[in-house]
């Protein structure tokens, strides 16, 4: 009776353990992020009533990164890609996305190195959208890998 008792208990563990698999954005070839781009966290301080979203997908097999911006009630100079640790501060340009847009910018970034993907993937990056009138960014936004969802 101990015998069989023991048999069932072994069954029902190994059923538990392989019933856990593990999951979450980590595991998946493609990682979505977002950014919401307002004037809040721009260094210097900016203030405008411009605002913009991006939506981005990182696929980590091709190091590519595609990006959606878009914005509005502003007249940039150029929208780059930035990085900074701590990602509150303002830190360089990575790559000019666009020269002079008007509206949205859409395309694809190739990440050169492992340290850019973990800026990327620790929210380090950052969109910069600067005008005439703020040559440091009126308006930026965080890049910021979505919530998963199982």
Request: some cysteine.
């Amino acid at each position: 009776m101990k015998r069989y008792l023991l048999l069932i208990a072994g069954v029902l563990m190994l059923g538990f353990v392989t019933s856990c698999k593990e999951e979450g954005p980590h595991k998946d070839d493609i990682v979505k992020f977002s950014a919401v781009i307002n004037s809040s966290p721009t260094v210097p301080k900016a203030t405008s009533s411009a605002q913009g979203t991006g939506v981005f997908e990182y696929n980590k097999n091709t190091m590519e990164l595609k990006y959606n911006i878009n914005f509005q009630n502003i007249t940039p100079t150029s929208v780059t890609l930035n990085a900074a640790n701590p990602a509150w501060e303002r830190g360089g340009i990575i790559q000019e996305l666009a020269s002079n847009p008007t509206g949205q910018v859409s395309g694809s970034y190739k990440i050169k190195t492992n340290e850019e993907q973990t800026q990327l993937i620790m929210g380090q990056m950052y969109i910069n959208v600067p005008t005439e009138l703020y040559p440091f960014g009126e308006i930026r936004g965080q890049i910021l890998a979505d919530k998963f969802e199982e």
